[in-house]
């Protein structure tokens, strides 16, 4: 049996808390070691606010040179049928607003301007206003590109 953690790595990339009044920025991940990133952002409760979520990319874990990163669709269990149904998203964002819910998205490092050098990418979350709206983000990477008994580093301490 092959488990999760023995395939992929995971990353807390935003705390689970109330971002009431603020916005958020995840942490910048790269992707040099990795084919691919799955965003899980698991909303808890939520009083009404929109949050708009976009991603940006970098040329490093730093943050150098942020660009929005284009993306077309994400998957979220809206219907609480406990089955992500796919979800277009319009002009690279899409809002969090209902509790409890599971939003995904799906980023393959090809996606990247990687002929400009940008490897790197982070998950922002505008603030959802005046409103006690709780979220976590953790980031899933896979497929990873060089073997090894140690997964690549991907996020600065």
Known sequence: MTLLVQEKKLIWAA????YTGAAMTA???SLKGYDHITIVIQTGAWA???AA?????ATDVSATSPQALAFTKQWNDET???TLVETAVTSNTFN???ANKLYVIEIDAAQLTVDSNYDCLTLAVASPGANADFYGVTYILGGTRYAGATPLTAIAD
Do not use: D, R
């Not at 705390?15 to 109330?18: A, F, L, R, V, Y």
């Open 27 to 29: 942490k910048y991940v």
């Open 15 to 18: 705390e689970p808390k109330n």
């Open 48 to 50: 009404a606010g929109t």
């Open 96 to 98: 969090l607003t209902t």
């Open 53 to 57: 979520v976009t991603i940006n990319e």
């Open 80 to 82: 609480a049928s406990g």
